[in-house]
């Protein structure tokens, strides 16, 4: 019995995050709602691309293991040419496949909502396949990370993807080339999120950052897709370098504080610092904080 309960709330565990992040993704589509069974066939057609990609993915990582090459340029490969080009590719494949062409697909909005709905199938089984062979701890760490990020790679990605479809261009190739550039973006973010990941270095922490800096992107696209849908009256302000470089340290500066805290209380433990060495370095943590802090409240001024 206590076996079964512990299956039972893995699997809840595997599946509850995803199903969340859907409820939430269709709550940010202020305008026409999606059909019930087109989101369904989206949803299960993205659970059944992790068996693909599973294969695909075996195989070219066999071919690749190969090579020879060093840890690095192992990882890189396997973060950005493998896993992230091969799973964009499946999910967005499915979004072309099932909804583009159907005539509810009539907002840009519809482009994130649906690339999102194919990523979190996927999660799913994804995370079921992980979380029942690695337990709770897999779990939370999956829940926390890469759930919502599968949704923010992809999400990107959506916004692109509606606009190729509503592109007033009658080139062919400027909706490709709008296709092409979502598709980018997300493989960009996937595999910079699974390089840190894989590297099992101090660079695991940028993924914090990197998550941060990828939601305010998302969201920041959303507004813009409702904007250009007109379900939003407020247009969005750009998106700019400056902006993103702020949120990125914005995120690192508290990453670094708590790298700080942690590395101190381990060395005094060790006995290699002692405690006047802490309280001299207090201020350093806490003034990282009201840093990041400033940096996220930090309002235009009007000229």
């Avoid at 649906?114 to 979190?120: F, K, P, Q, T």
């Avoid at 250009?228 to 914005?250: C, H, M, W």
């Amino acid at each position: 019995m206590g076996q079964t309960i512990y299956l039972v709330l893995l699997f809840l565990l595997s599946v509850l995050p995803a199903l969340f992040l859907l409820w939430f993704f269709e709550k940010q589509d202020k305008g026409e709602k999606e059909p019930r069974k087109l989101k369904n066939k989206v949803f299960f057609a993205g659970l059944l691309m992790v068996i693909i990609a599973g294969v695909i993915e075996s195989f070219v990582d066999g071919f690749i293991g190969d090579l020879g090459l060093n840890w690095y340029a192992y990882i890189f490969v396997l973060a950005f040419l493998i896993t992230a080009t091969i799973e964009e590719g499946l999910k967005l494949y499915v979004v072309k496949r099932i909804a583009y062409k159907h005539k509810k697909f009539n907002e840009v909005m519809d482009g994130i909502t649906y690339v999102i709905i194919a990523s979190l199938g996927f999660a799913v089984l994804e995370n079921i396949l992980y979380v029942m062979q690695d337990g709770f701890g897999t779990g939370i760490a999956r829940a926390l990370l890469a759930v919502p990020a599968h949704a923010m790679f992809s999400g990107i990605m959506g916004y692109y993807v509606g606009k190729a479809k509503f592109s007033d261009s009658k080139a062919p190739w400027d909706s490709r080339k709008l296709l092409w550039t979502g598709y980018f973006l997300a493989v960009l973010y996937h595999g910079l999120y699974n390089f840190f990941l894989l590297s099992g270095t101090y660079l695991m922490f940028a993924v914090v950052p990197l998550l941060i800096f990828m939601a305010a992107h998302l969201k920041h696209l959303i507004n813009k897709a409702r904007f250009e849908d007109k379900s939003q009256k407020n247009k969005p302000s750009p998106f700019t370098v400056k902006r993103g470089l702020r949120l990125i340290l914005a995120s690192v500066l508290p990453v670094i504080a708590i790298l700080w805290v942690g590395g101190s209380i381990m060395l005094y433990n060790e006995g290699q610092i002692d405690g006047t060495y802490i309280l001299t370095a207090s201020p350093f943590p806490i003034l990282m904080l009201i840093g990041s802090y400033l940096l996220i409240r930090r309002k235009k001024v009007k000229k």
